[in-house]
């Protein structure tokens, strides 16, 4: 009789109403809440670098569409006591897409073609090289981050040598790893 009266209550009562389903995490811009989104259209950052190969480079990143971006940056390496020293230097245009926001953290990959020159024994040889990275950036403020890229970059150098016998050297490096502070305006 008891067993009655609880499924009658129970009965009575109705069934209960359909929960919503929790929400999902939001892979929102990395600094949206405060509402400046580094990643969008028309965006400019000035990037300060320190490659794992080479010398340390400045550039510019402008956004040319949301969570795309375009890359410069410039390296130099000049010895000017004793003169005679061969400089090099480096120039890198890449393209960096931001696929993945959560928060304040970004991951990005990012192709990329650099020319330069380096040196060979004493001389300074030319070169071209095809890359690719892999990082991720955290922000530390709306304007201002840090990161870090992995890569890999194939080389072909001595490409302008005048000497009969000499040939093209290929070579694969990490030189396009590295740690970076980047200025967002």
Known sequence: MLLCALLAAA??????????PPELPSIAPATAAEGFTFDA???LGVEFALPGGGAPTVGLTYFVADAVALRLDFGLNATLSPSGTPATFSFLLGLRF??????????????????????????????????GAVGVEYF?????????QLGLLLSLSNLGSNAANASVITQLSTGT?????????
């Open 11 to 20: 009965a009575a009562a109705g069934s209960p109403a359909k929960a919503d």
């Open 41 to 43: 259209k028309r965006n």
């Open 98 to 131: 931001y696929q993945l926001k959560r928060d304040r953290v970004a991951v990005f990959l990012e192709p990329s073609l650099l020319f330069g020159r380096n040196l060979i024994g004493a001389e300074g040889a030319e070169y071209i090289g095809f890359g």
């Open 140 to 148: 530390f403020a709306d304007h201002l981050s840090a990161g870090a």
């Open 177 to 185: 790893s590295g740690l970076f502070a980047r200025v967002y305006f």
